[in-house]
């Protein structure tokens, strides 16, 4: 999986629950916690750091998100932990995740869920806040069960699952808890793709070569990552607004080195080499 993209050797960040590694363009953010990825906010701080070190890196263009091993992308938030902190310690937990994820969304470069195993409550809202999610097919499920223990989805599952699905959709799957496979979530719009490998190293790689396809200098990095602002931005505004967000990006795409690039390229019959500036 690794060799594929020459990736770097694990780095663990400094709570040791998200390992970092990076090569061809692509920084892939592994969260580890067994046995099932439960993050905890030791797991969410290694992961917001993750989000700051691939958005500063000049080297990325493309984030993806994974779990180790083969049975778990995430199964949520650590139970066991919520059960013995105080609710002042919960709000802050969810206000801390919320400030990550919107992290997240906003670092204006492509990020993918590469969801190889069971996705299920707080591991969901990861996925979702994601421009991507690719699923390993019969890895596993996922959902939002969070109603069985008497809460609802309090890391933005309320709001994003309704914007990816539809409000009927999103409140039916959240309020029953049910769990899906991941090929009615690819049916229902909750995941962009279903990959067929044998294990979860093979659709990992198969994973980073699609990431890898959208850097420098196969691809305009820099035009993806105008591309999820303007959609990012603009789908929560009004639409002269978002227009105006569309023009003022485009504006500053036309300037850029890789768009004299491609419509040079276009112009002389040639394939570009961008350089993501």
Known sequence: MSDSLSLSNAEHLPNGKVTWQSGGGVALLTLTNPPANGYSLEMMQDLDAAILKARFDNDVYVIVIAGEGEKFFCAGADISMLESVTPEFKYSFCLHANETMLRLEHTPKLTIAALGGHCVGGGLEVALSCDLRFARKDSGRCGLPEVKLGVLP???????????????KAIELMVTGDLVDYD???ALGLVNRIIEAENNDAFLAQVLEFAAGLCPPHHASLAVGHIKRAV????EIPLEAGLALER?????????DDAQEGIRAFVEKRKPVFRGR
């Open 154 to 168: 309090g890391t933005g599952g309320t709001q994003r699952l309704a914007r990816a699905i539809g409000k009927s």
């Open 184 to 186: 009615r979530a690819e």
């Open 232 to 235: 990012q931005t603009g789908a």
């Open 248 to 256: 003022e990006l485009q504006a500053k795409l036309f300037l850029s």
